[in-house]
């Protein structure tokens, strides 16, 4: 597996569970999110992440995510990738 396909497995593998703590499916976060920030503490330690979703994003779709911070916004625990 060549570097390319290697950080598109990993990045698959995130989004998969980052959908999953949020109660949506991977397909679901991949056509409706606009950004999915790390959040890190100032010492370096990852603490989440906190994705955004458009404002078309159905309602539906947001209904059913959980740990929202706002109707477009929502936050993760640490997301363990090994």
Excluded: Y
């Excluded at 503490?41 to 706002?70: C, I, N, W, Y």
């Amino acid at each position: 597996m060549n570097s390319d396909q290697l950080n598109q497995h990993d990045a698959e593998r995130l989004h998969q569970r980052v959908a999953s703590e949020l109660g949506i499916t991977a397909e679901e976060l991949t056509t409706w999110m606009i950004n999915d920030i790390e959040r890190v503490t100032e010492g370096g330690k990852d603490v989440g992440h906190m994705v955004v979703f458009r404002e078309s994003t159905p309602a539906q779709v947001l209904d059913k995510v959980q740990h929202k911070q706002s109707h477009f916004t929502a936050m993760t625990g640490v997301i363990d990738l090994s």
